[in-house]
């Protein structure tokens, strides 16, 4: 059901995430290349590509590299834009993350960036991505994390249980097909659990701007003012976290992006 619930949302508004801001020019894209470095004779995959942003900022950085996605809608517009961008080396694959169609140890990296947070099962995500990896092979990752003390220090384990809850569910009420957004201790023990080893976590703060985040998913006008309302009447921990600010009309948000980098044992 939730994997439908993907495949209709995102299909139906794949043409705004290739000119996203959010997705086509965001901070963690290229300091996610640096912190890589990946080689030119490396085979690559990116895991729900969407309009192939990330797999587009490694393309010229590798040998060759694959943009999968569960939305068919969205591999068109991946390829559309390897296409402007006039890279070869970028194919397409339709393929679940948490059931990947490639044979064990394809791959010197695989990587995933703003979407693990739509995923069911995690596990099971960790454990494909593992299995495809070649040994040695760079993991990367890059999730929107809910609040927990490494992100919003200071507040109560409760109070920032209740925060994540509400962040949660923020992000659920605008997208109905979000799953959730694990806290950097969630991530950091599940990379751990699949036999990855991490090597580096960073945080990434993003500013966001509330009607363009309600727009690329068209949200319902009755739900952009529900959503409105949770931001604007936040406070506490969760206030501490989204940052909310209001300008006139413009309502401005904070996100908090996770970039991990792993590694399978060799
Ligand atoms: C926000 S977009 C990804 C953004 C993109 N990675 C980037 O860096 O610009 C989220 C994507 O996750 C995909 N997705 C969600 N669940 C998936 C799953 N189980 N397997 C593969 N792709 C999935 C959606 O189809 C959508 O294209």
């Known amino acids: 059901m939730s994997k439908d619930l993907v495949q209709q949302q995102f299909g139906a508004n794949a043409a705004a995430y290739a000119t996203s801001a959010v997705h ?22 990116d895991i729900a ?37 006039g890279y070869t080396n970028m194919t397409t694959a339709l393929a679940d993350a948490e059931r990947l169609p490639f044979p064990d140890a394809s791959f010197d990296l695989v990587m ?23 040994p040695g092979g760079t993991f990367a990752l890059v999730d929107n994390v809910a609040p927990d003390e490494n992100t919003t220090p200071g507040f109560a384990t409760s109070d920032l249980a209740a925060a994540d809850k509400a962040y949660n569910g923020f992000e659920k009420k605008r997208d109905p097909s979000h799953g959730r957004a ?4 969630e991530w950091t023990r599940a990379i751990g659990d699949a036999g990855l080893k991490l090597t580096h976590t960073e945080h990434a703060p993003k500013a966001m701007d509330f009607a363009t985040w309600c727009k690329t998913m068209k949200v319902p006008q009755d739900t952009v003012a529900e959503l409105r ?15 909310p600010t209001v300008k006139g009309d413009a309502i401005g948000f904070t996100l908090d992006e996770l970039i991990a980098i792993a590694k399978k044992p060799g």
Do not use: C, N, Y
């Open 229 to 243: 309302t949770v931001l604007t009447g936040a406070s506490g921990a969760l206030a501490a976290f989204l940052k």
């Open 182 to 185: 694990l806290t950097t201790a």
């Open 49 to 85: 590509t969407g309009a192939g942003h990330t797999a587009l900022a490694f393309a010229p950085h590798v040998a060759s590299v694959i943009a999968s996605d569960l939305t068919p809608e969205m591999l068109v517009e991946s390829a559309k834009l390897a296409t402007t961008k």
């Open 24 to 45: 086509a020019k965001g901070a963690s894209l290229a300091r996610l290349v640096e912190l890589v470095q990946p080689k030119g004779d490396w085979t690559a995959l």
């Open 112 to 134: 995933s960036r703003i979407a693990p947070h739509h995923f069911p099962d995690i596990a099971a995500f960790l454990s494909e991505s593992r299995r495809v990896l070649k």
